[in-house]
């Protein structure tokens, strides 16, 4: 186990909806990161935040948003839902650049 | 912008025989490289790591190799067994201020009893 849990495991949405995806990260971690992987593909890096403040970002758009909070969880938002979205979204903490620890995950399906 | 290729995509072997995955990044800056086998479902799992100033590092049946200067790395499996069938990937953190991953796009790995 890597300390990092996600929630919720699995969601159904609809195109347009909007969604948030939540993440507890290990203990002392004051860096989260964000991916999203599409079926048969490698995760693809979002944003990530440190101490509070978004410190690196992909190439998404900006419906995708993200907050992290004092108590070492944060949030991955997503606006205007559309079919592409559909995938795993990996949260991984670690402490300063040092070794990313993954949660399981949270599978989003847009219809 | 940054960029990792990995090949093959698809690798079957017989039980006891090595497998080699290969990867080539092309930011000269980064610094780490770890590798991830993810069964299906679930997260990615850490199995090996290197750093740039190191050029090999193994544990046990799995090593990984580094060419800094051709920008490649392997991850090179011996004895493998049915339980190493998942995908690989292999990544590369950038060069700056993050430590963003970039990962290559993946190799099913299939031993066959």
């Known amino acids: 186990e890597t300390g990092v849990t996600q929630s919720p495991t699995h969601l159904i949405k609809t195109r347009g909806q909007q969604v948030t995806l939540r993440c507890s990260s290990q203990?002392?971690?004051?860096?989260v990161s964000w991916y999203q992987q599409a079926l048969g593909q490698g995760p693809q890096f979002i944003f990530q935040?440190?101490?509070?403040?978004?410190?690196g970002r992909g190439n998404f758009p900006p419906r995708f948003s993200g907050l992290q909070f004092p108590n070492y969880s944060s949030e991955l938002n997503v606006n205007a839902l559309e079919l592409d979205d559909s995938a795993l979204y990996l949260c991984?903490?670690?402490?300063?650049?040092?070794?990313?620890?993954f949660g399981e995950g949270s599978r989003l399906t847009v219809l | 912008g940054e960029n990792v290729e990995q090949h093959p995509s698809t690798l079957s072997v017989q039980e006891g025989d090595s497998a080699v995955i290969k990867c080539t990044y092309s930011?000269?800056?980064?610094?780490?490289f770890p590798w991830y086998k993810q069964e299906l479902g679930k997260r990615p799992q850490l199995i090996i790591d290197?750093?740039?100033?190191?050029g090999e590092k193994k544990d046990q049946r799995i090593a990984v190799t580094l060419n800094k200067t051709a920008k490649h790395f392997s991850l090179h499996i011996t004895e493998t067994q049915p339980e190493d069938s998942a995908v690989y990937f292999c990544?590369?953190?950038?060069?700056?201020?993050?430590?963003?991953?970039?990962f290559g796009t993946g190799t099913l790995l299939a031993v066959q009893p």
């Open positions: 991984a903490s670690s402490f300063d650049t040092g070794e990313l620890f």
């Open positions: 203990s002392g971690h004051n860096t």
């Open positions: 935040y440190y101490r509070e403040e978004e410190n």
């Open positions: 930011d000269s800056a980064s610094n780490y």
């Open positions: 290197i750093r740039s100033n190191v």
């Open positions: 990544a590369a953190m950038d060069g700056g201020a993050t430590n963003k991953l970039i």
